[in-house]
C-alpha cells in the first residue's frame, strides 16, 4: 500500500510530468483558456493514460520486443478514439473548444514515454498507478496554469464572476503569449521551490526520449 | 488562386503552429540549441508532413469516407504515418545517401512530432481540397521552420547572457517565446 501511494505521489510531484520531465506541454498551453478546459484535458489524458498502461502491462510478457512501438501506438490510438467520441457524445462544447488537441493525445509524449518507459516492465496495479499519478500530476498542472489565465484575461473562475467589476480583464493572457508566459512563470516557480526543497539532493532530470537527438544518431525505430 | 495565398499566409503566419497553436513544443523545446539543427528538423518535417498529407487525404476521401469509417482516422493516420516515415528512412538510406546523413537521424523522431498528425487532421476538419491540403501542409511546416529558427537564433545570445538562475534553462525560453509570440500576434490582422 506504502508503494503504491509512493508511485502516486512521484507522478503528482516528484516526477511531475509537466514541470520536472517536461513532457507533453502542447496542450498544456493549447486548452488552458479556461479552467473548464483544462479539467476536460486532464481527465481525458488520464483516462488514455491509465487504460494504455493497463492494457500494455497486463500482456507486456506477449509483446515481442522488436515490434513493441508500433503495438502500444496502436494501442493507445484506440483508447484516444474511445476518448474522442465519448466527448463528442456527452460534452460537445468542451470537445469543440479543445479541438484537434484531443485526437492529438496519441502523440502526447507522456502516453508513449510511460508506457515504454515504466507499464511495458511493470506489474499490472503499479502500472495503473503510475497512470493515476502521472494524469493527475499532468491535471493539476493544467488546472494551476488556467486559473491565472482565466482569472486574470476572463475576470472570472470556472466561469463565475470573482474580479471586481471594476477589473479590466486582460485578454493577453488568453492569448497565446499569455499562455507562455504564465507556464514560463509557473515553471520557474516550481524550479525555485526545488531548489530550495532539494537543496541537499541533487534532482536528475530525466530527459525524455521522443523528442530529444539519441547521443548515437542510431534513433529508435518506432 | 486568391483562396490558395490565403490558406498559405494564414498558416504560414497568422495562425503559426508553434507560436500560436502551441503544437509541436516538445521538438521546438528539444531541437534549437543548434541553428544546423533546427534547420535540419524543420526541413525534415516539411518534407514528411506534405508526404503525409498526400497519402492520408485520398485514404480518408476515398476509403474511409465511402465506407463509413471516419471514427478510424485517428488509428489509421497514425500508423500511415509511422509507416510512411519508415519507408522514407529506408529509401532515403538505400538511394540518397547524403539527404539521409543530413536529415536522416531526425526522421525517427517525427513520428511522434505533433505537428503532422495536427496537420492531417486539420486538412479533414477544414474541408479542404487536395491541392489546398498541400499548399496548408507546406506553410505551415515553413512557419514551423521559421519559429525553430528564431528560437535557435535567440538561444545563440541566450548562452552569453546573465540570467537569474530561477530562469534558467526552459523558462526562458518559454518567455522568450511569449516574447516572440507577441511580435506574431501582429500578423493577425493581415487576411480580413
Redesign the interface.
Known amino acids: 500500500m506504502k508503494r503504491l501511494f509512493s508511485i502516486l505521489i512521484n507522478g503528482l510531484i516528484v516526477e511531475n510530468p509537466l514541470f520536472v520531465i ?6 498544456a ?2 486548452v488552458t483558456t479556461t479552467v473548464a478546459n483544462g479539467i476536460g484535458m486532464g481527465v481525458a489524458l488520464t483516462f488514455v493514460l491509465v487504460m494504455s498502461e493497463l492494457i500494455i502491462s497486463l500482456f507486456r510478457n506477449l509483446i515481442p520486443d522488436s515490434i513493441r ?2 503495438i502500444f ?2 494501442v493507445i ?2 483508447f ?2 474511445i476518448m ?2 465519448e466527448m463528442k457524445a456527452y460534452f460537445p462544447v468542451l470537445s469543440k473548444s479543445m ?2 488537441f484531443i ?2 493525445v ?4 507522456i502516453v ?1 514515454g510511460r508506457v515504454e518507459a515504466y507499464s511495458s516492465k511493470q506489474p499490472v496495479l503499479n502500472s495503473v498507478f503510475d497512470g493515476l499519478g502521472m494524469g493527475l500530476g499532468y491535471s493539476w498542472i493544467l488546472i494551476a496554469i488556467a486559473a491565472v489565465r482565466e482569472l486574470l484575461g476572463n475576470g472570472t473562475l470556472l466561469g463565475f464572476q470573482i474580479m471586481p467589476s471594476s477589473f479590466e480583464p486582460m485578454i493577453f493572457f488568453i ?7 504564465v ?3 509557473w ?3 516550481s ?2 521551490l526545488r ?1 530550495i526543497l532539494l537543496a541537499g539532493r541533487k534532482p536528475e532530470p530525466t530527459q ?1 526520449s ?4 539519441p547521443e548515437d ?1 542510431s ?4 | 488562386m486568391s483562396d490558395l495565398v490565403k490558406i498559405f499566409v494564414a498558416a504560414f503566419l497568422i495562425n503559426n503552429i508553434i ?9 521546438y ?3 534549437t540549441s543548434d541553428v544546423g ?1 533546427s534547420v535540419g528538423m524543420g526541413l525534415a518535417v516539411t518534407f514528411v508532413t506534405v508526404m503525409a498529407s498526400a497519402v492520408t487525404w485520398p485514404i480518408y476521401h476515398w476509403i474511409l469516407k465511402p465506407n463509413g469509417l471516419e ?5 489509421v493516420f ?2 500511415v504515418i ?1 509507416a510512411l ?2 519507408l522514407v528512412e529506408f529509401y532515403l538510406k538505400k538511394s540518397v545517401p547524403s539527404l539521409y546523413h543530413a536529415m536522416g ?5 517525427i ?4 505537428a503532422i ?2 496537420v492531417t ?2 486538412q479533414i ?1 477544414s474541408n479542404y481540397t487536395f491541392v489546398q491540403s498541400i499548399v496548408f501542409a507546406v506553410a505551415v511546416s515553413l512557419g514551423y521552420l521559421l519559429a525553430m529558427l528564431l528560437l535557435a537564433g535567440v538561444r545563440q545570445r541566450l548562452k552569453n547572457s546573465a540570467i537569474p ?11 522568450t ?3 516572440i ?2 511580435a506574431f ?1 501582429g500578423f493577425a490582422g493581415l487576411i480580413k
Open positions: 517536461m513532457i507533453g506541454l502542447c496542450s498551453m493549447a512501438m508500433p501506438l496502436i490510438a484506440a484516444t478514439t474522442d467520441l479541438g484537434v485526437p492529438l496519441v502523440v502526447n509524449c508513449m492569448l497565446p503569449p499569455g499562455g507562455f508566459l507556464f514560463a512563470l515553471m520557474a516557480a524550479n525555485d531548489r525524455d521522443c523528442c530529444t537527438l544518431g534513433a529508435e525505430k518506432a | 507560436l500560436m497553436r502551441f503544437i509541436a513544443l516538445c521538438s523545446i528539444g531541437m539543427q471514427f478510424l482516422e485517428i488509428l497514425i500508423v509511422a516515415v519508415q537521424i531526425y526522421l525517427p523522431l513520428t511522434t512530432n505533433c498528425l495536427a487532421f486539420d476538419t538562475a530561477f530562469m534558467m534553462e526552459t523558462p526562458i525560453l518559454y518567455l517565446t511569449s516574447i509570440a507577441v500576434m
